[in-house]
């Protein structure tokens, strides 16, 4: 079992930053590719990153490429998505997942966090 918490997010203003962390416990985090997504009101999570159990692969949503970064630090069994240029579409729970390959399925995803409410406001 893993269990994973978030954090970070809040409330920002169009065009600034946020970093979210994503702690995992029990089964070490280096086990597992990492994944984050996110769920705005009335839609459907949604794939924003994923990154692979090293850190030496990554991958976006195109909605967020050149705007966010994922990357890990597996001594600290933590992963980041460092959100920059906020947008206010970018306003959704934001909630990081793992899983045994780095892929934009959410299905594919074992564990989940409860996720951390992003607000980004015009």
């Known amino acids: 079992q893993v269990q994973l918490v978030e954090s970070g997010g809040g409330l920002m203003q169009a065009g600034g930053s946020l970093r979210l962390s994503c702690v995992a416990s029990?089964?070490?985090?280096?086990?597992?590719?990492m994944g984050w997504f996110r769920q705005a009101p009335g839609k459907e999570r949604e794939f924003v990153a994923t990154?692979?159990?090293?850190?030496?692969?990554?991958y976006y949503a195109d909605s967020v490429k050149g705007r966010f970064t994922i990357s890990r630090d597996n001594a600290k069994n933590t992963v980041y998505l460092q959100m920059n240029s906020l947008k206010p579409e970018d306003t959704a729970v934001y909630s990081c997942?793992?899983?045994?390959?780095?892929?934009?399925?959410?299905?594919?995803?074992?564990?989940w966090g409860q996720g951390t409410q992003v607000t980004v406001s015009s």
């Open positions: 997942a793992a899983g045994y390959g780095a892929t934009i399925i959410r299905s594919e995803y074992t564990y």
């Open positions: 029990g089964r070490t985090m280096r086990n597992y590719a």
């Open positions: 990154i692979n159990r090293s850190g030496g692969s990554t």
